[in-house]
């Protein structure tokens, strides 16, 4: 009867290699084998246990939390947007609501409606709101779009009398005392150029009684405002 030769295991065939049994028995090279079994085994435990996420999300939230101590509130919330499942999110942000709620009344009482709208858009886009914190900030929200209607309203009552002047934006012209242009020039390959260097003028081309060109008034575009001084140029013809 044969005799069957048992193949070796593999911890076997390590604990008879000869290069691990000179670096168990050389005390540096020893040192250097555990700190590489041991980095290793950190990396699978830092990595595969998501302790790198976990860490990276708590610099976070501790940012928002000095954020909201120097009232910062729009820069925080934005922050907490980026871990919306960390542990103390939702609590960070149940502190930080009534308190921007509150600011909001703040700036809409003093006719705020920049300050207003960055809160609210703030709010709307970066907060888990429930049902009722969202029916709490429309109703702000139509506060604003009042608010807003009747400053715009304001201002354009004032172009009325105003002549446009270097600066001006293009939309505001329309409402300045000029009113619409009767003509828009647009400089040769406007299109082809880059918006930096766009440039086309308004021109308002008055005539008299006969159908005869008496006035142009004459302002240049670049960059969506009025670019340098407008003109204005008198004709005078024979009778």
Request: some cysteine; hydrophobic content about 30%; overall charge negative.
């Amino acid at each position: 009867m044969g005799k069957f030769r048992r193949e070796k295991t593999t911890i076997e065939k390590i604990k008879e290699s000869k290069i691990l049994k000179v670096i168990l028995e050389d005390t540096v090279l020893k040192i250097i084998l555990f700190s590489v079994v041991g980095c290793c085994l950190f990396a699978i435990i830092y990595y595969g246990f998501g302790i790198d996420d976990y860490l990276e999300n708590k610099s976070i939230y501790k940012e928002a939390e000095e954020l909201v101590s120097e009232k910062e509130y729009v820069e925080a919330v934005s922050m907490l947007r980026e871990i919306p499942d960390f542990k103390d999110t939702g609590e960070l942000q149940n502190e930080i609501y009534p308190i921007m709620l509150h600011k909001i009344d703040q700036y809409l009482s003093n006719e705020n409606s920049p300050s207003s709208e960055e809160y609210i858009s703030s709010m709307k886009y970066n907060l888990s709101l429930s049902v009722k914190e969202r029916a709490e900030l429309k109703e702000r929200e139509e506060k604003l779009e009042k608010l807003q209607n009747i400053q715009l309203t304001e201002v354009r009552e004032k172009l009325k009398y105003t002549d446009p002047y270097e600066g001006m934006p293009e939309a505001d012209i329309e409402y300045s005392s000029w009113g619409s242009p009767t003509e828009i020039e647009y400089e040769r390959d406007y299109d082809a150029k880059s918006v930096d260097k766009r440039v086309k003028s308004f021109k308002w081309i008055h005539k008299d009684g006969q159908g005869r060109i008496d006035e142009i008034k004459t302002l240049m575009i670049k960059q969506g405002s009025v670019w340098g001084e407008p003109s204005i140029s008198h004709y005078y013809v024979n009778q």
